[in-house]
């Protein structure tokens, strides 16, 4: 369902293609370029990971000490101990936040990160790994923020996407915008249904 895609492929340093074609919206008007960008969802968790490490590095923060050391509030509901290895591991106990949150909240950085210090851990830390699909970008990037004193798009952008030359981002600067292809959800069925709500 993809109308449009790029791909780049270097061997040995040497760039051998860089192609792109297609479309970047589900309309087909507006041709994909050279810079469009597209939402990479969870490839994010890599350069989220990094910009830890940066300052892990840098010993602003401990892989193995209590994140509440740079995140007191965080300590609430047993999660005193958790540490930054636990976190970046998907072995908090944070999958997901249990505390029904109103429409857009996922837009709302102080939202999310006050549910997730109100949050009681869904196992005992450690002990067990649950993929923080939804979570892990705000765990780091409060960690981030706390450390470093500034948001982990700036960190991205200033210390690692920058210097690289890289076009990549977390958080896009309005000027940007019209760069990006439209995402184009999967349909789902009409009849589809979650297990347990089947017709009856």
């Known amino acids: 369902g993809e109308?449009?895609?790029?791909?780049?492929?270097?061997?040995?340093?040497?760039?051998v293609a860089d192609l792109w074609g297609g479309w970047r919206n589900s309309l087909r008007t507006v041709p994909w370029q050279r810079d469009t960008l597209v939402n990479f969802f969870s490839v994010s968790k890599a350069l989220c990971t990094i910009c830890v490490l940066?300052?892990?590095?840098?010993?602003?923060?401990?892989?193995?000490?209590?994140?509440a050391r740079v995140w007191p509030e965080f300590a609430e509901n047993g999660k005193d101990a958790i540490t930054l290895r636990q976190i970046l591991s998907h072995r908090a106990g944070l999958p997901s936040i249990r505390e029904p949150l109103p429409e857009g909240a996922a837009l709302d950085w102080q939202q999310i990160t006050g549910a997730l210090e109100r949050q009681e851990p869904w196992w005992e830390p450690g002990t067990a790994h649950g993929y923080h699909v939804n979570?892990?970008?705000?765990?780091?990037?409060?960690?981030?923020?706390?450390?470093?004193?500034?948001?982990?798009?700036?960190l991205l952008r200033e210390e690692i996407a920058g210097p690289l030359g890289a076009d990549a981002h977390i958080g896009l600067r309005s000027s940007e915008h019209h760069r990006v292809a439209?995402?184009?959800?999967?349909?789902?069925?009409?009849?589809?249904?979650?297990?347990g709500q089947e017709d009856t």
Do not use: Y
């Not at 895609?5 to 040995?12: D, P």
């Not at 940066?54 to 994140?67: C, S, T």
């Open 3 to 15: 109308p449009g895609a790029a791909i780049a492929l270097s061997v040995g340093g040497h760039m």
């Open 135 to 154: 979570t892990f970008g705000f765990l780091a990037g409060e960690i981030v923020r706390r450390a470093a004193g500034k948001s982990i798009g700036t």
């Open 54 to 67: 940066r300052l892990v590095e840098r010993d602003k923060i401990d892989l193995d000490a209590p994140v």
């Open 182 to 195: 439209e995402f184009l959800w999967p349909e789902v069925p009409s009849n589809s249904s979650l297990p």
